[in-house]
Nanobody, 118 residues
Framework: QVQLVESGGGLVQTGGSLRLACSVSGTLVGAKTMGWYRQAPGKQRELVARVTNNANADYADFVKGRFIISRVYLKNTVYLQMSSLKPEDTGAYYC????????????WGQGTQVTVSS
C-alpha cells in the first residue's frame, strides 16, 4: 500500500525558514510527479509547487523566489525549502505523488502544519 509521510512543519517567525520532507513507501515505482499543496483555514487547497521525474518544476506565483522544491528520485522523496516565510503562508501542507505506472493514481500525505507568526 502506497503511503506518503511528511515531516518538517512547525512554528516559525515571519522571515524565517522551514524545510518540509515527504517520502513514499509501499512501492519501488518512481512517481511521475511529486509536490505540495497547502490549505489555510476556510480556504481551498492550492498548489504550492511540483516537480516531475525529469526535473521540471513549477511554482505558484505567491512562492516564487522564496520556496524551492527538490527531489531525490531513487528514494521517492521530495523536499520543500521555504524561506522568507509570511503569516499568509500559514496552513496545512500536503504532499502528493502521481503515479502513471505501478500503483497508478494520486496519493496524498496526512498533512503537516506550518504556522508563521507575525
Amino acid at each position: 500500500q502506497v503511503q506518503l509521510v511528511e515531516s518538517g512543519g512547525g512554528l516559525v517567525q515571519t522571515g524565517g525558514s522551514l524545510r518540509l520532507a515527504c517520502s513514499v513507501s509501499g512501492t519501488l515505482v518512481g512517481a511521475k510527479t511529486m509536490g505540495w499543496y497547502r490549505q489555510a483555514p476556510g480556504k481551498q487547497r492550492e498548489l504550492v509547487a511540483r516537480v516531475t521525474n525529469n526535473a521540471n518544476a513549477d511554482y505558484a506565483d505567491f512562492v516564487k523566489g522564496r520556496f524551492i522544491i527538490s527531489r531525490v528520485y531513487l528514494k521517492n522523496t521530495v523536499y520543500l525549502q521555504m524561506s522568507s516565510l509570511k503569516p499568509e503562508d500559514t496552513g496545512a501542507y500536503y504532499c502528493f505523488a502521481k503515479f502513471i505506472a505501478g500503483p497508478s493514481g494520486d496519493y496524498w500525505g496526512q498533512g503537516t502544519q506550518v504556522t508563521v507568526s507575525s
